[in-house]
C-alpha cells in the first residue's frame, strides 16, 4: 500500500512540475549532455585516425580502448578525486565537488563507448572513405562524409552514451559530492532520498530516468530501421 | 604522363604487387589478368589512394601522396560507391569538394552519360547500370588528367558502354583501366599489359597480346588451346608431335625435340561434318558442350585431347551440330603455336625475391 501511496505522489510532483524535481532534471540533462558534447569533441577525432589510418600499436590501442567499455564508474570517481582533491595534482583548479568535475568524469566514462562503436561502424566504411578521397576530398572532408554517411548509427551511439552517462550514480556521488541546488544530479538524489526515506521523490525521478531511457531506446530503434 | 617504379605491396602475408614498373603516356592501356592477381590494388597505388609498401608513382614527373596530385586523377571503382544523395548531387560532389561547383559543367556531364532524365533519383533507387554510370560521370566531371577505371564496362549496359568508349576515345591523356573484356580492350586499347601473380607477365600490342601471346599464362588467359607434347621426328620437313596419342602435325621453322607445349586459337580449330580429310592434322572427336555466346558459339571437343573450337552461331545451327554427335576437326599445322620456355618475367622476379 505504502508503496501505491508513494507512487501517487511521485506523479503528483511530476504532474505538478516540482520545482526541486524539475531542477534536478534540468541539471541532470546539461551535465550528461555536456559530458557528451566534450567526449564527441574528443572521441571523433581520434575514432577517425584510428579508423582511417595504419600504425605501429593501432591494434593494442584499439584494444585498451575496448577494455574501457567497463570501466566502473566508481574507478573514474576515484582516480578523479585523487588527481583533483586538494592534495592532488589537479587540485588547484579547485574544481572538486562542481559540476564541471561530473562532466568531465562522465565524458571519460563514455569516450571508450563512443571511439570502440565509432571505429568498429567508420572501419566497415572504407569504400565511402576511399571514394571521398578518389573524388578529390581533403582527409578531413573524406571523413565527415563517411561520418554523415554513417550518421544514423553515429546517432545511436550518442544516444546509447547519453543514456550510459544520465544513469551513472558513483562518479557523480564521489566527485560532485550530491551538493542540494548545486551538483545533485537524478541518480545522486535517488541515492540520497531513498536513504532519507523520501521514497516520492527518489520514485519520481526514477519514473523521469526510466522515461527518458525509453525515449532514448524508442529513438535508438528508430534510427536503426 | 604517369610512372611506377618498382612497386612492391602487400596486405600482411605475401606481396600481392611484385616490383611493378611502368609508364603510361597519351595512350589507352589495359590491364589484364586473372581475379585476384593485384589489378585493383595496382590501379588504387597510381590513383594514390592506396601507398605501396615500397616504390613511387609519378604523376608529371612529381611523386607523393598530395591532395594536389591526387586531384589530377580521375578514378572509377569497381563496385561503386554513390553517397545517399541523388544522382545530381553525386556527380557535383567532386567539383563541390575542390570548391569548384559549376552548374554547367554538371549539366553537360549528365547529359554526356544519358544521366539528365535521373538526374533526381536517389543513389538507392539507382540499378547497377546506373550506378555505373553515375560513378563514371563523377570520375569525368573533374576534368581529370589521367584516368584510372577499374572494371569499367562491369554491369554497365550496352549504351553506357558506348558512352564510355566514346569518351575514352575523346580524352587526351593517359587512361589506364582494369578489364576483364579482352574483345573491348582489344578495339580500345593501345596497349595491353597481363598481370599474373603480382608481375607484368606480358605487355605488347592487343593483337599481339592476344593473338600470339608469349607466354603460356597469357595463351590460357586469352582463351587459347594449350596442348602439351612430345616431338616424334619429320615428316617431309614438318614436325610431328605425339599428343595423347594422336599424330600432329607442326610447322616450326627450327627443328624441335623433347617434351613441348602448343597453342591453338579456338578460331583456328575447324569442326566438319563426316571424315573429310583436307589438312594434315584431321581428327576425329565428340562434341561434349556447346555455349552460345550471341553471334558466337564455343564448342567443347572430346578426342585424344580436350579442345575448344569458337564458330559462329549461324554455322553451328546451318550443320545442325548436337551435343554427344561425333565430327571431324581441322588444324592447320601453321596454326599451331609452340611455345618456349616460360618467359622471362618469372626469371626477373626470381632475381628480385
Request: charged share 25%; aromatic share 8%; hydrophobic share 45%.
Amino acid at each position: 500500500m505504502e508503496l501505491v501511496e508513494a507512487l501517487g505522489r511521485a506523479l503528483y510532483l511530476l504532474v505538478s512540475f516540482d520545482k526541486e524535481v524539475y531542477t534536478i532534471v534540468g541539471r541532470s540533462l546539461l551535465v550528461s549532455g555536456s559530458a557528451l558534447l566534450l567526449s564527441s569533441l574528443f572521441s571523433f577525432p581520434v575514432s577517425s585516425l584510428l579508423s582511417f589510418s595504419s600504425f605501429r600499436g593501432r591494434g593494442a590501442l584499439l584494444s585498451i580502448i575496448r577494455t574501457f567499455y567497463s570501466l566502473p564508474t566508481v574507478c573514474v570517481g576515484l582516480f578523479l578525486f585523487v588527481l583533483f582533491s586538494r592534495e592532488g595534482p589537479l587540485g588547484f583548479s579547485g574544481i572538486l565537488f562542481t559540476p564541471y568535475i561530473m562532466i568531465l568524469g562522465q565524458a571519460i566514462l563514455i569516450s571508450p563507448i563512443i571511439m570502440g562503436l565509432l571505429i568498429s561502424h567508420l572501419g566497415k566504411r572504407w569504400e565511402v572513405f576511399e571514394t571521398a578521397l578518389s573524388i578529390g576530398a581533403t582527409r578531413r572532408r573524406a571523413v565527415i562524409l563517411t561520418i554523415f554517411d554513417a550518421r544514423s548509427e553515429v546517432l545511436g551511439i550518442l544516444l546509447l552514451s547519453f543514456g550510459r552517462a544520465i544513469s551513472e550514480v558513483g562518479c557523480a556521488i564521489m566527485v560532485g559530492g550530491n551538493i542540494k541546488g548545486f551538483t545533485r544530479v537524478m541518480t545522486t538524489a535517488i541515492a540520497l532520498e531513498s536513504s532519507k526515506g523520501n521514497i516520492e521523490l527518489a520514485l519520481s525521478l526514477g519514473i523521469i530516468l526510466l522515461i527518458i531511457a525509453f525515449i532514448i531506446n524508442i529513438i535508438a530503434v528508430r534510427l536503426e530501421r | 604522363m604517369i610512372r611506377a617504379e618498382d612497386i612492391w605491396h602487400s596486405y600482411g602475408r605475401g606481396y600481392v604487387l611484385k616490383g611493378i614498373n611502368l609508364e603510361v603516356r597519351d595512350e589507352v592501356l589495359s590491364i589484364i589478368g586473372p581475379v585476384g592477381v593485384g589489378k585493383t590494388t595496382l590501379l588504387k597505388i597510381l590513383s594514390l589512394l592506396i601507398k605501396p609498401k615500397r616504390g613511387k608513382v609519378y604523376i608529371g614527373g612529381e611523386s607523393s601522396m598530395d591532395l594536389r596530385l591526387r586531384r589530377k586523377i580521375g578514378f572509377s571503382h569497381q563496385n561503386p560507391f554513390l553517397f545517399d544523395a541523388t544522382v545530381y548531387e553525386n556527380v557535383a560532389l567532386p567539383l563541390k569538394v575542390r570548391g569548384e561547383y559549376d552548374k554547367k559543367r554538371v549539366e553537360e556531364c549528365l547529359h554526356d552519360f544519358s544521366l539528365w532524365e535521373i538526374k533526381d533519383k536517389r543513389a538507392r533507387e539507382l540499378s547497377g547500370g546506373e550506378i555505373k554510370r553515375v560513378s563514371l560521370a563523377r570520375a569525368f566531371v573533374q576534368r581529370p588528367e589521367i584516368l584510372v577505371l577499374d572494371e569499367p564496362m562491369t554491369n554497365l549496359d550496352p549504351e553506357g558502354i558506348k558512352i564510355l568508349e566514346r569518351k575514352i576515345r575523346e580524352f587526351k591523356g593517359p587512361v589506364i583501366m582494369a578489364t576483364h573484356e579482352l574483345y573491348k580492350a582489344r578495339g580500345l586499347s593501345d596497349r595491353l599489359l597481363f598481370l599474373h601473380d603480382g608481375v607484368i607477365y606480358e605487355e605488347g600490342k592487343p593483337e599481339d597480346l592476344l593473338d600470339s601471346p608469349k607466354g603460356i599464362k597469357t595463351a590460357l588467359f586469352s582463351g587459347m588451346n594449350i596442348i602439351e607434347g612430345e616431338v616424334r621426328g619429320k615428316e617431309e620437313g614438318i614436325n610431328v608431335v605425339d599428343v595423347g596419342g594422336e599424330r600432329i602435325y607442326v610447322a616450326s621453322e627450327r627443328g624441335l625435340s623433347g617434351k613441348i607445349t602448343l597453342g591453338i586459337r579456338p578460331e583456328d580449330v575447324v569442326i566438319t561434318k563426316g571424315e573429310k580429310k583436307s589438312t594434315r592434322n584431321t581428327m576425329r572427336g565428340k562434341i561434349k558442350n556447346i555455349v552460345r555466346r550471341g553471334p558466337v558459339s564455343e564448342v567443347e571437343i572430346e578426342g585424344a585431347f580436350p579442345l575448344k573450337a569458337l564458330i559462329t552461331t549461324k554455322s553451328l545451327e546451318e550443320m545442325d551440330l548436337r551435343e554427344g554427335e561425333e565430327i571431324s576437326v581441322l588444324i592447320k599445322a601453321t596454326a599451331i603455336k609452340i611455345f618456349e620456355d616460360e618467359i622471362q618475367a618469372q626469371g626477373k622476379l626470381k632475381d628480385k625475391i
